[in-house]
């Protein structure tokens, strides 16, 4: 993880700012302003007056939707796998705010949580995310600093997945930690938990768990809540488990409510042999020496009021029938699902498809479920076909009748030289469908894909997915590549590259548009994963009688963004309000050739001392600058990095000054990473009305680099570029010969990203 660090000279130029921020609010699109879309992508790089560079949206992404420039989810934390989850339900008078004397529910506000793991290093957690800004901006909830553990979360750190309750508005965020799986509950939109580790001493070891919540079923005492995971404690005949609650999660009722349990782990199978799959049992899929892979439990919840929901539950598996000796290649695969009509009491599994020993295999790690307003539902998978390494594609099939029969796997990436995996769908009215996946630059299957191997992000949208047709129209929504390479879908299996995990995700918010959450690792180091989430402004939604229509009140505008007040948070992740100098309402960069300028507007003139008082105890000082992605020399065999360019005051550090590199250090607890400074050179000051001795409220604050000396050409693009204001705990100095920086930022507010695409101008 440390390497060394060759030092190099960077010149830091201070000028005053091309063009002032005006402060505002959002502002409304006029008539003859520009749509610009990053070339071959569906992203918006930005909206201008006719006067700017840009090019009217007539590409045919835009036919299918919009998407905002991908915000990162945490300016620094390592990702992988991520599960994005919207709250899209309204709320109840009297409830969150929501005034008691209103005449029905207040409007729902789409708040935005994300989830990943962070590993089983101590202190053993998953990562918890969450925006309250349409998914502008994240922030780390209540939390201890540097390590981003929520405050009162249990142990885990394998494997995180979460969902949010539609009348309770809890958040069930479960965690890993091998033989235990974790329940984390918070009452209060994320912001503190709850923790009730279930499985300790019942003969749990299982792997990959996942969450769902029906709290419309036993209502009155809290809902069903289900959690579903592999038991591998006898790894001969593992058995796919589902743990539930009929008390919304309370403490200890997951023990009390579950039928299937180590005492029924293996009721109904005939010694590793499958038994009827017609006959109930306990668990989904008990004592299965054939069972691979499970996918996320899934109810049945949403109805409508012609067709209301049924609260059958479901779980996709698949099943490799071989026999001793025989190879993967040899295998007969099945896909599966287990489904239960009773709340999670008793199961029976139905085959979706055989593919006998035909030359497919469909084990690209996880298989995925969607089921849409009408109870259709719709199985998804990536496979390699004609040869077990040949070209991966994305598969799905519906049913329209419960599981009882599917129509024939429909290939949606048929075209050749481009495999595809990891998909994931979510489904709104009957028959309209989003899906995402990554998608490469070639033909290549991904686990034995060659280093030039370029991968992105892909969204699909079908308007009328139950017809045995590829009725999916796609696009790139990934503006530059998430990935370089082969990666390995083997899961725990794999020896080779799986920095990004096994999966990725996708949810809608209550219009039916589309936020994306996967993940990044196209860096020096490309195990510094991160995760980025972009969300659809524009375009079809998945729900009849919605209209997507953010664009134009999405806060970019001629290479600025407008950010509100009064949203900062302290080093713990609780709220301060306008706290002087941290409140950042606004940033603008200007690029003119080798040259870029940010400027930021701030509340107040920034200092140490305003950072110190805003913060939690322990911080020594700030960080105000923005962060951006781009391809660059100092990017290594992966052509690019995570830069930043940013004013310091933290005294342990010396003189105030103007600094820019790479935000590639370790913090002093290794699980994050840190602003590092390429080379300080000769302290400089920043420009802008902030600097003055008599600065107005509210103040410029601009800074400047030369975009060569990080390594960055004129030709290269600058994406979700970032404006930030941080707190600083310690000193950024590191020992030598280390990646491992002695201090810990923490996040104060941030800006929503911008783009540019390159060619040196905007």
């Known amino acids: 993880m440390f390497r060394a660090?060759?030092?190099?000279?960077?010149?830091?130029?201070?000028?005053?700012?091309?063009?002032?921020?005006v402060l505002a609010s959002t502002p409304a699109m006029a008539g003859g302003d520009i749509i610009e879309l990053l070339p071959d992508t569906a992203i918006l790089l930005d909206q201008s007056t006719g006067s700017g560079n840009g090019g009217n949206a007539t590409s045919t992404s835009s036919s299918v939707?919009?998407?905002?420039?991908?915000?990162f989810v945490d300016y620094k934390r390592i990702g992988g796998e991520p599960t994005v989850a919207l709250d899209r339900y309204p709320f109840a008078p009297g409830t969150f705010g929501c005034p008691i004397t209103s005449a029905g529910p207040c409007a729902a506000r789409d708040i935005v949580y994300v989830s990943a793991p962070q590993g089983f290093v101590a202190p053993r957690y998953s990562n918890f995310f969450k925006s309250d800004d349409l998914g502008q901006t994240f922030r780390v909830p209540q939390h201890i600093p540097a390590t981003s553990k929520v405050i009162t979360g249990g142990q885990g750190g394998g494997d995180s997945h979460h969902v949010v309750g539609q009348l309770s508005h809890k958040v069930y965020f479960i965690d890993l930690a091998l033989d235990t799986i974790t329940m984390n509950v918070s009452s209060d939109l994320g912001e503190s938990w709850t923790t009730d580790p279930f499985g300790a001493g019942l003969g749990f070891l299982d792997d990959r768990q996942w969450v769902e919540a029906d709290e419309l079923i036993n209502t009155p005492t809290g809902g069903n809540i289900y959690v579903s995971a592999i038991n591998l404690l006898d790894a001969a005949f593992p058995t796919l488990i589902a743990s539930r609650s009929t008390h919304g999660a309370a403490a200890g009722s997951f023990a009390t409510d579950s039928t299937c349990n180590p005492a029924t782990f293996a009721t109904g199978s005939g010694g590793g042999v499958p038994g009827p799959d017609a006959t109930p049992t306990p668990c989904p899929d008990p004592s299965d020496a054939y069972l691979w892979v499970a996918g996320p439990v899934v109810a049945d919840k949403a109805g409508t009021a012609s067709r209301p929901a049924s609260h059958a539950v479901y779980i996709p598996f698949m099943r490799r029938v071989s026999t001793l000796g025989q190879g993967l290649d040899t295998s007969d695969w099945q896909v599966y699902i287990a489904k239960s009509t009773d709340g999670g009491a008793s199961w029976t599994r139905q085959l979706v498809y055989d593919f006998g020993r035909a030359d497919a295999k469909p084990d690209n790690i996880f298989p995925q479920l969607a089921i849409d307003r009408g109870g259709n539902l719709y199985y998804t998978w990536s496979q390699a076909t004609g040869d077990p390494l040949g070209e991966q594609d994305v598969y799905y099939t519906y049913s329209t009748n419960g599981g009882t029969s599917w129509v024939p796997p429909i290939d949606l990436t048929g075209e050749k030289n481009d495999s595809a995996i990891f998909p994931w769908m979510v489904a709104g009215d009957p028959g309209k469908v989003d899906i995402v996946y990554y998608k490469s630059n070639n033909g290549e299957n991904s686990n034995v894909a060659p280093p030039t191997t370029v991968w992105n992000v892909y969204f699909g949208q079908s308007m009328n997915a139950l017809n045995p047709g590829p009725n999916f129209k796609s696009v790139q929504v990934s503006a530059e590549p998430n990935h370089l390479g082969l990666i390995c879908t083997g899961g725990l299996g794999c020896d080779e590259d799986r920095d990004l995990l096994d999966f990725f995700t996708v949810d809608v918010d209550h219009l039916g548009a589309a936020h994306i959450v996967y993940s990044d690792d196209h860096q020096a180091r490309n195990s510094d994963t991160r995760d980025k989430l972009t969300r659809q402004i524009a375009g079809n939604s998945i729900f009849k009688d919605q209209s997507i229509t953010l664009q134009s009140s999405w806060p970019i505008r001629d290479h600025a963004v407008t950010d509100r007040a009064g949203d900062v948070f302290d080093g713990a992740g609780f709220p301060k309000g306008s706290c002087a100098g941290m409140d950042l309402l606004g940033a603008q960069s200007s690029r003119s050739g080798d040259l870029l300028t940010v400027t930021l507007t701030l509340n107040s003139a920034p200092s140490a001392a305003k950072a110190v008082a805003c913060a939690t105890a322990g911080a020594t000082g700030g960080l105000w600058g923005a962060e951006f992605w781009a391809a660059s020399s100092e990017g290594g065999a992966d052509g690019g990095n995570t830069f930043y360019l940013a004013y310091r005051d933290n005294p342990p550090d010396g003189a105030p000054r103007v600094e820019a590199g790479v935000v590639d250090n370790l913090n002093v607890s290794s699980t994050?990473?840190?602003?590092?400074?390429?080379?300080?050179?000769?302290?400089?000051?920043?420009?802008g009305t902030c600097t003055a001795i008599a600065a107005p409220s509210p103040c410029t604050l601009a800074v400047t680099v030369r975009l060569s000396d990080?390594?960055?050409?004129?030709?290269?693009?600058?994406?979700?570029?970032?404006?930030?204001?941080?707190?600083?705990?310690?000193?950024?100095?590191?020992?030598?010969?280390?990646?491992?920086?002695?201090?810990?930022?923490?996040?104060?507010?941030?800006?929503?990203?911008?783009?540019y695409r390159g060619s040196g101008t905007p």
């Open 672 to 687: 994050t990473l840190e602003f590092d400074p390429t080379d300080v050179g000769t302290p400089a000051t920043p420009t």
């Open 65 to 71: 939707g919009i998407f905002s420039p991908a915000a």
């Open 710 to 755: 990080l390594g960055i050409s004129s030709g290269n693009g600058l994406y979700g570029l970032t404006g930030l204001t941080t707190y600083f705990f310690g000193s950024a100095n590191k020992p030598p010969l280390l990646r491992l920086e002695l201090g810990n930022s923490e996040l104060a507010d941030a800006t929503a990203p911008i783009h």
């Open 5 to 21: 660090v060759c030092g190099k000279s960077l010149r830091f130029l201070v000028v005053f700012p091309l063009i002032a921020i």
